[in-house]
């Protein structure tokens, strides 16, 4: 089988049953900042967990899971639903139906998320030596909702996102509060 799809272990997906009903795709999921992502781009992106596609009855949801560690057990982080997750799991099983053929390229199946610009996107991390593939959830940062970008394509269309959200000054700042006079109205 051409794409890869990672087998978290038992302990982590034991952790995602608590809060989820049916698995319908387990995603390795990829946090990137805006630091390491002016300083080395994408090769700075850090596995952060596992994300658990599936349903709960008759809402699409997703559980954040990050697996245990040094002595902590596995712990669900987050659980979302809504349009954006309906979104991501239909560019999932896109991206499945398309690759998951024996003359398909080899990929693995990633999640990527650069949280300060709101990007989600399916990244399919080539496996013999071809180009990554970035395909957006939702539209973000200048990028298209579904639409295949390269490598190149996807950092040159998050250039002015980055850009615009590092020049803006978030610094905290004292407030000046008017004078109140100490006469009578």
């Known amino acids: 089988m051409p794409l890869k799809q990672p087998a978290p272990s038992r302990r982590t997906t034991g952790t995602m049953l608590q809060g989820i009903a049916e698995t319908i795709y387990p995603q390795k999921l990829y946090t990137l900042?805006?630091?390491?992502?002016?300083?080395?781009?994408?090769?700075?992106a850090r596995p952060t967990g596992w994300r658990f596609t599936g349903k709960l009855t008759d809402s699409d949801v997703s559980v954040d899971v990050v697996p245990p560690g040094r002595g902590k057990a596995a712990a669900v982080t987050q659980l979302r639903y809504g349009?954006?997750?309906?979104?991501?799991r239909d560019a999932i099983r896109a991206?499945?139906?398309k690759l998951d053929k024996p003359d398909a390229r080899d990929f693995e199946l990633r999640l990527l998320e650069v949280p300060a610009?709101?990007?989600h996107a399916v990244w399919l991390r080539s496996?013999?030596?071809?180009?990554?593939?970035?395909?957006p959830c939702l539209p973000a940062a200048g990028?298209?909702?579904m639409k295949h970008y390269t490598r190149a394509q996807f950092l040159k269309a998050l250039v002015p996102?980055?850009?615009?959200?590092l020049s803006f000054d978030d610094a905290p700042r004292k407030v000046r509060r008017p004078r109140q006079s100490g006469g009578k109205p």
């Open 161 to 165: 996102g980055v850009k615009r959200r």
């Open 83 to 88: 349009g954006h997750i309906t979104s991501a």
């Open 33 to 44: 900042g805006l630091d390491e992502l002016t300083e080395r781009g994408l090769d700075r």
């Open 95 to 97: 991206v499945v139906a």
């Open 127 to 135: 496996r013999d030596g071809g180009q990554d593939l970035f395909i």
């Open 117 to 119: 610009l709101g990007v």
């Open 143 to 145: 990028l298209k909702s």
